[in-house]
């Protein structure tokens, strides 16, 4: 079945510094990935539509220039929190489908935690 | 947009009883409804879906009826165990390969 790989499954920063979580489609390619964050005890909210070849579609009220999002190839997107502060801290999970396929498959997510 | 609502927030059943989530949606070209469920500090697993073309959907204890007129969306789970006991959530789309819009989540509890 459809595998996909978040990394790191853990990171922990300093307040300021940038950290880059990817997402890799192991056994498929996917023209679209989406990623969410999800704070404690909370619902997984989507934050943008990462799109390979184009621009990222953001969510309102997500800042793009925080969130920094690069699809440059079918089975890798990126996701950088850039000048991180300890409320970006929280759980980021992606998801992709295959080309035609009709089921998103998630990652295993990321736990940013910013002191 | 999308809006997704669920309820109840939490849900605590005796282990073989039945446990009921249900949701409802505002966009009539949502199409997709799946169910996760997710564990503490897991990524959410996907348990049933259903399509809007059928009414109904079982799998062994689990089952998912879908009312597009009213557009609400149930999950029902049957004999339940302490294992089912973790957050699930609902949620809809335009077809199964975009994005998904969550429901808040209910925490399901089954005491033994």
């Known amino acids: 079945g459809a595998v996909v790989s978040q990394h790191p499954s853990w990171v922990i920063c300093k307040s300021g510094t940038s950290v880059k979580i990817e997402c890799r489609s192991l056994?498929?390619?996917?023209?679209?990935m989406f990623w969410y964050r999800q704070f404690p005890k909370q619902s997984l909210m989507l934050m943008a539509t990462s799109n390979e070849g184009s621009k990222a579609t953001y969510e309102q009220g997500v800042e793009k220039d925080k969130f920094l999002i690069n699809h440059a190839s079918l089975t890798l997107s990126t996701l950088t929190v850039t000048s991180a502060h300890p409320e970006d801290s929280s759980f980021y999970i992606c998801?992709?489908?295959?080309?035609?396929?009709?089921?998103?498959?998630f990652g295993a997510g990321s736990r940013l935690t910013v002191l | 947009g999308e809006n997704v609502e669920q309820h109840p927030s939490t849900l605590s059943v005796q282990e073989g009883d039945s446990a009921v989530i249900k949701c409802t949606y505002s966009?009539?070209?949502?199409?997709?409804f799946p169910w996760y469920k997710q564990e503490l500090g897991k990524r959410p697993q996907l348990i049933i879906d259903?399509?809007?073309?059928?009414g109904e959907k079982k799998d062994q204890r689990i089952a998912v009826t879908l009312n597009k007129t009213a557009k609400h969306f149930s999950l029902h789970i049957t004999e339940t165990q302490p294992e089912d006991s973790a957050v699930y959530f609902c949620a809809a789309s335009r077809g199964g390969g975009n994005k998904l819009v969550f429901g808040a989540g209910t925490i399901l509890r089954v005491k033994s």
């Open positions: 056994d498929f390619q996917a023209t679209t």
């Open positions: 966009d009539s070209a949502s199409n997709y």
């Open positions: 259903i399509r809007s073309n059928v």
């Open positions: 998801s992709a489908a295959s080309t035609g396929a009709n089921v998103l498959t």
